[in-house]
């Protein structure tokens, strides 16, 4: 089938047959960084891309780049009227 699909973004188009008789293939190019995509009756319906690996998070990137204000977890005794807005309005 023809490749470099434009309107899908794949290097390969396959029927569903195809697909089914030559998966391992298939997915050995997807391992080398092909995108393929599935159709049935000439309908795209699957994507076979390679699997995004996520990161680790590393934590303390941003040690000593961030500080919080040492009152940040006191209360705030106005916040009710702050939020409740004029003396006029109720919630």
Known sequence: ?????????????????????????????????????IA???????????????EERKLGLMKGKITIHESFDDPIDDLFDVLKGSDDEEL
């Open 1 to 37: 089938m023809a490749d470099k699909i434009a309107d899908h973004g794949a290097d390969s188009y396959v029927n569903i047959h195809e697909a089914k008789t030559q998966l391992s293939q298939l997915v050995a190019r997807v391992e080398l960084g092909d995108e393929i995509v």
């Open 40 to 54: 049935r009756g000439g309908k795209p319906v699957a994507k076979l891309v390679p699997f995004a690996q996520k």
